[in-house]
């Protein structure tokens, strides 16, 4: 099993940058395909970006395709998620997410939550107009 435990999150102005980490304990990171998540109050939680276990393929949702850019590095048992020119829609709680099982992930499940088999508890991100 892998714990995470994601930092970064806070509270910004419309077209400022933020990263998020997460850090990855128990297992090591290179071991779990990556993603990020986010939940605003109110709403489903909705995927938002994911990386393959080696970082060679990358999945973006539309609404931030452009302006967010995850990342992995395993020899810190990290990945990150660079945000830039926030928006007002982009608040919400944002939770990193491990999937392990290759078959489900790569068969067109990157964006489906159900293929996440571990979730960190989530770190606020709050973007002011």
């Known amino acids: 099993q892998v714990q995470l435990v994601e930092s970064g999150g806070g509270l910004v102005q419309a077209g400022d940058s933020l990263r998020l980490s997460c850090a990855a304990s128990g297992r090591t990171a290179s071991s779990y395909a990556m993603a990020w998540f986010r939940q605003a109050r109110g709403k489903e939680r909705e995927f938002v970006v994911a990386i393959s276990w080696s970082g060679g393929s990358t999945y973006y949702a539309d609404s931030v395709k452009g302006r967010f850019t995850i990342s992995r590095d395993d020899a810190k048992n990290t990945a990150y998620l660079q945000m830039n020119s926030l928006k007002p829609e982009d608040t919400a709680v944002y939770y990193c997410?491990?999937?392990?099982?290759?078959?489900?992930?790569?068969?067109?499940?990157?964006?489906?939550?159900?293929?996440?088999?571990?979730w960190g508890q989530g770190t606020q991100v709050t973007v002011s107009s």
């Open positions: 997410a491990a999937a392990q099982r290759r078959g489900t992930w790569f068969s067109g499940n990157q964006r489906n939550s159900n293929a996440y088999d571990f």
